[in-house]
């Protein structure tokens, strides 16, 4: 009898790490701190897709590709958990081309995919329901500010730790995306009309839920 005990107990927590992982983006759990909000909201959920997300692809122009876009992964944050503030930082080095190319010209776009996050269950990222949002702007250095280099340096230590043992011989710096349009699908019909201001003054509920 204890035998068959103990085999519906270990069956009953294969069941359970299978559907735990199910519901997860290749391995990566959903623990999200806030939920989703109505897609009809579109200040507020452009808003919750930035600070729930963690990387990106950061778009430059590459003048010594003749001008060519150049896409790269990177990770980003735009506040602490629940307290971000919408403006995407990013840690960068002159190593790689991102860096290089903002420097030389600012011109840049941010593009971020809800699927990243786990909430689009078994849609295609292309679906118009599983939200994405690019932020168009200028990619700058952070300098000048201390405190607004404390906070970036903060957000981006506290989502990305392995951040703060990097090379510092790489001359990383904190850089951020001053934001000039924002382009969102994350509903059928086309892309939500949505300004920066509106964007940047959404209030996010401060409720916490598993998904």
Avoid at 55 to 78: H, K, R, Y
Avoid at 133 to 140: D, E, N
Avoid at 151 to 172: C, I, S, V, Y
Avoid at 174 to 199: A, R, S
Wanted: proline share 7%; hydrophobic share 40%; aromatic share 12%.
């Amino acid at each position: 009898m204890n035998i068959i005990n103990r085999a519906a107990s270990i069956l009953l927590l294969f069941v359970f790490f299978l559907a735990f992982f199910q519901n997860s983006v290749h391995g990566r759990p959903l623990l999200l701190s806030m939920s989703r909000p109505k897609p009809d909201d579109a200040a507020l959920f452009a808003r919750w897709l930035v600070s729930q997300s963690s990387w990106g692809v950061l778009n430059t122009i590459a003048s010594d590709m003749g001008g060519a876009p150049f896409g790269n992964v990177v990770s980003f944050s735009d506040g602490l958990p629940d307290k971000g503030r919408g403006i995407p930082y990013f840690y960068l080095t002159t190593l790689d081309p991102t860096a290089r190319n903002a420097l030389k010209d600012q011109r840049s776009s941010f593009t971020i995919s809800e699927y990243a996050i786990g909430t689009c269950g078994k849609k295609d990222p292309e679906n118009p329901s599983c939200a994405k949002i690019t932020l168009v702007g200028k990619l700058k250095v952070v300098t000048g500010d201390p405190k607004e280099t404390s906070f970036a340096q903060t957000a981006l230590f506290t989502k990305h730790p392995e951040m703060e043992g990097w090379p510092k011989g790489h001359d990383f710096q904190i850089y951020k995306l001053e934001i000039e349009e924002i382009f969102m699908i994350n509903w059928f019909g086309g892309p939500k009309p949505l300004t920066v201001d509106q964007y940047l003054q959404a209030k996010m509920d401060s409720h916490t839920v598993i998904a």
